[in-house]
């Protein structure tokens, strides 16, 4: 990466599956993204519990002494539904005050594997990236083409003009942790002037909550 500016990361939000999907390179994958993440020396913020891929990742994280953050809605925790948090816990009351507490305490977010509440939690992160409420960077772990379909999507609905060349880029993917790392390290966040005027209420770590109901 030389000659291209690094932006420092020290913490990555990962969402995922909590199966362990059919291939079992899924599993492989989220070992193997938790062992580079702990050899870069970055620290974990998931979902918490330790059900399918989100184990598998959070895992090898704390075998490579890097912090773990799960944070988990209280609904989540009754009877042990999803298993011991694999590291510290907050609880919080909603899905929306988990993923808005997983925008504030992250540099950067990749999606693995996952089904409708880890694409939920990927488009969340886009969308508000677009609306510069966030501008850290967000890929997709593209292992065995299982997002190619989302990725060939996502480039239609450009040619369709429903999605800018501009906000298209907000978009990450590689086939391998380092490289997603790599490029997630150097990304330029490149933000939309009309877009980037507008005013968002201050964040929920101010006792405040924070408006993010817009939707695009």
């Known amino acids: 990466m030389e000659g291209v500016s690094v932006r420092k990361i020290k913490k990555i939000c990962v969402f995922c599956g909590a199966n362990s999907g059919k291939d079992v390179a899924f599993v492989n994958a989220a070992f193997h993204l938790g062992e580079v993440l702990g050899k870069r020396k970055i620290d974990l913020v998931y979902g918490?519990?330790?059900?399918?891929?989100?184990?598998?990742?959070?895992?090898?994280?704390?075998?490579?002494?890097?912090?773990?953050?799960?944070?988990?809605?209280?609904?989540?925790?009754?009877?042990?539904?999803?298993?011991?948090?694999?590291?510290?816990?907050?609880?919080?009351?909603?899905?929306?005050?988990?993923l808005v507490m997983m925008m504030e305490l992250s540099d950067a977010f990749i999606a693995l594997p996952g089904g409708f509440g880890t694409l939920e939690e990927l488009f969340q992160m886009i969308s508000w990236a677009q609306l510069s409420i966030h501008n850290n960077p967000i890929g997709v772990l593209n292992i065995n083409g299982f997002f190619n379909g989302l990725l060939s999507f996502v480039d239609h609905a450009v040619k369709q003009e429903f999605i800018t060349p501009r906000a298209r880029k907000i978009l990450i993917s590689a086939t391998t942790a380092d490289e997603l790392v790599d490029k997630l390290q150097a990304f330029r966040f490149e933000s939309d002037p009309a877009l980037s005027k507008l005013k968002w209420s201050p964040s929920s770590s101010q006792k405040e909550k924070l408006d993010l109901t817009l939707r695009l």
Do not use: D
């Open 48 to 98: 918490g519990g330790k059900l399918g891929l989100m184990g598998c990742v959070s895992t090898a994280v704390a075998q490579h002494e890097r912090q773990v953050l799960g944070i988990i809605p209280s609904a989540f925790t009754v009877n042990n539904l999803v298993g011991e948090t694999c590291g510290k816990e907050i609880k919080v009351a909603t899905m929306q005050e988990r």
